[in-house]
C-alpha cells in the first residue's frame, strides 16, 4: 500500500497591536489613543459605564498630577471618564468663562459600591454650583457608573453635545477648557483636596 505524502505550507499572520494603558501620573500631555477597528472619531471599544478605562474605550486623554480625564464623541453625545486618587468625590466643568463661573460641571461619587453622579452649574467664579434642576434646569446626564479600587474613584458618564438646556454648555468640535477638582468625601458640598485646569480638544 503506497502513501502519498502531501506537504503543506500554510502562512499565519500575526498583527501586534500594542495595549495602552492610563494611569495618573504627572504628564500633562494628551494623548490620542490607538483603535482596534474604526475610524479616527470611532475607537474599536465599546463604551460603557462600568468604572473601567479600556485602553481603547476613549479617543481623548489627559492627565493633570492625580488626576485624568478621557473622552470620546459621536454625532449627538459626549462620552467622559475621569479618574482620581480618592475615596472621596471628584469634578470636572466644562467651558467657564472665568475660574468657575458657567462652568457645566459634571460631579461624581462612590458610596458602598454606589455611583451618584450630579449634574451642577457655577454661578460664580468662586461658586456656588447647584444642581441644574435647582437653578431651572434639568438633569441631562444619559448614562453613569463608576467603582472604587486601589485608592483611586473611577466615573464614566454620557450627555448630549448640545442639551437645550441652559445650564449644559454646548460642547462642539475643537479645544474646549476645563476646571477639575476632587475631595476626600462622598459629600459634593465639602471642600475640595486638590483642583486644577487645562484645555482637552474633541
Known sequence: MKYAVVSVLITVLVMAIPAVTGGC?????????????????QPGEAWQADGILGDNEYLGEMTYGNFEVRWRTDEANIYFGIRA???????????PSSQMKDADMIFGAVSNGQTSVSDQFSTGAF????PDTELGGSDDIIQSGGREAGGFTTVEFSR??????????????????IIWAYGSSDDFDRKHASRGSGEITL
Open 127 to 130: 461658586g456656588p454650583h447647584s
Open 25 to 41: 501620573g504627572e504628564s500633562t500631555q494628551e494623548t490620542v489613543l490607538p483603535t482596534a477597528t474604526g475610524s479616527p472619531e
Open 85 to 95: 486618587k480618592t475615596e472621596g468625590w471628584l469634578s470636572i466643568g466644562l467651558n
Open 160 to 177: 448630549a453635545l448640545d442639551t437645550g438646556d441652559n445650564y449644559d454648555n454646548v460642547l462642539t468640535k475643537g479645544k474646549i477648557k
